[in-house]
Structure formats: structure tokens, C-alpha cells
């Protein structure tokens, strides 16, 4: 199964897909955090990324058609894959066809995460993400056991520096400019589904299977 996961910065879909890769043993591919990994590594790309990152902007379809390219292409994503956080642009939409065009692959689903600014804002604002394993907890929501130590491997939870509000908001203008468009391109080639994603990911999950069930999707 070939999933795109979309929705605004905050929608869920780092922890519904998070989720979805113990339910369905297929890889979760974030693009945002193949960047944070360069950025990480000061690669000559990370370098590149890391102030486009922090002002919330996007980077160039061309790197990140060729990062994608890349990890669609390993062996791991025979089985199939989930998009997070790509694509973003109808650009890098047109280059994910050819992609899986080439590779044999086909897109079976599109999910659309529907969830309030209000809730966005609350959720951002309140993310810590684990340095080690990327583990995602929210202070007010799902927080972590022990305050600022990882559940999952016991690193150290961080604040990430685009989670701030004059950040948030900007990249809030910027997917209502450049992603939203792409609800409706998918729409009209019936691949998109909305899901309901301002309750917790027990639900999210549920509400997906439901969507791969009606749809029959395998
Ligand atoms: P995310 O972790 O998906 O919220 O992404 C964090 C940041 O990485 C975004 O605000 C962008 O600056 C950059 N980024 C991630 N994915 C993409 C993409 N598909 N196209 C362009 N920029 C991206």
C-alpha cells in the first residue's frame, strides 16, 4: 500500500504515520526529517536547509524531488510506503507520478488530515520531539513520562526550532498557498479521503482503517 499522508504543519501526520508503521509494517518517509538529519550532519545540503527551515519556508522542489527520489528507490519501500510531509507543492506531486511511474508503484490512498488553526497553534506550541529517536510528545496532550526524557528510548525531548508562533504561522500561509492546491488535485483523480484528526491518534488510526477497508485497499 502506497499512502500520501497530507494536512497542515500540526495536522497529525507524523504521529498518525508513526502509528501506521507498526499496524502496517511499511516505512514511514518524512522529508522533514530526512532535512533535520542533514541539518544534523551539517551536510552541505543541511547547511543549505537549516535557515529555510527555521523561517518556515520551503526548500527547493529540486532537492527534495531528488531526496525523495532517492528513498522511494531502496529496497525497503518494495513493500510499500507512507508520505509525510511530501509533497507539499503540485511540482513535487507531478515529480512523485513520474517517480512512481518509473518504479512500478502506484498511489493507492490519499489521506487528508482535517484539523483547526486553533488546535494547530496549541499543538505546535507544545511539541517535543526526542533528539535520538524522533519520538514525538505534546505538554498538554500526550506528554512524556518523565519530563523532557524520551518514553520510547530515553533521549532527550527538544523543542524544534520552527515550532515557535511567528513560525507556526508562516508556515501555515505558506501551506495554504503551496499545498492546500494539492487537496484538489488529488480530489479530482479520486484518490483523496478526509479523516478527522483533532482527536487523539487511537482514533486516527481507527477512522484510517476504516477508509482502507470501504476502499478495499491492500
Ligand atoms: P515537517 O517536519 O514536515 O514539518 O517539515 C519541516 C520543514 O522542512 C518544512 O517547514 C520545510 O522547510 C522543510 N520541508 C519538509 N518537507 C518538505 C517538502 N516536501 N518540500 C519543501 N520543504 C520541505
New binding site residues.
Given amino acids: 500500500m502506497n499512502i500520501i499522508i497530507l494536512g497542515a ?1 500540526g495536522a497529525g ?2 504521529t498518525l504515520s508513526d502509528a501506521l508503521v507498526k499496524e502496517l509494517g511499511i516505512p514511514k518517509i ?7 538529519k542533514e541539518v544534523k550532519d551539517c551536510t552541505p545540503l543541511g547547511l543549505k ?1 537549516k535557515e ?2 527555521a ?7 529540486q ?2 524531488n531528488e531526496l ?1 527520489r532517492n528513498r522511494v528507490k531502496q529496497n525497503d519501500c518494495k513493500k510499500g510506503f507512507m508520505l ?6 503540485i511540482n ?1 506531486a507531478e515529480e512523485l507520478f513520474k517517480i512512481t511511474e518509473e518504479l512500478g508503484y502506484k498511489i493507492d490512498l490519499v489521506i487528508d488530515l482535517v484539523v483547526s488553526e486553533e488546535l494547530i497553534v496549541k499543538r505546535l506550541t507544545n511539541r517535543r520531539v526526542c533528539r535520538k529517536c524522533g519520538g514525538n510528545f505534546n505538554l498538554f496532550s500526550s506528554h512524556s513520562k518523565k519530563p523532557g526524557i524520551c518514553d520510547f528510548c530515553g533521549g532527550e525531548l527538544y523543542q ?1 526550532a ?1 515550532d515557535n508562533e511567528a513560525t507556526i504561522r508562516n ?1 501555515l500561509q ?1 501551506y495554504a498557498k503551496d499545498t492546500q492546491p494539492l487537496i484538489n488535485y488529488y480530489a479530482k483523480k479520486g484518490l483523496l479521503t478526509e479523516l478527522a484528526a483533532d482527536n487523539g491518534v487511537l482514533e486516527m488510526v481507527k477512522a484510517f482503517k476504516k477508509i482502507v477497508m470501504e476502499q478495499k485497499i491492500k
Fill in positions: 504543519p501526520k507524523g518524512s522529508t522533514g526529517d530526512m532535512l533535520r536547509a529555510i527551515m523561517r518556515g519556508a520551503l526548500v527547493s522542489d532537492i527534495i525523495l509525510d510531509g511530501f509533497p507539499r507543492t513535487q524544534r520552527d508556515r505558506v
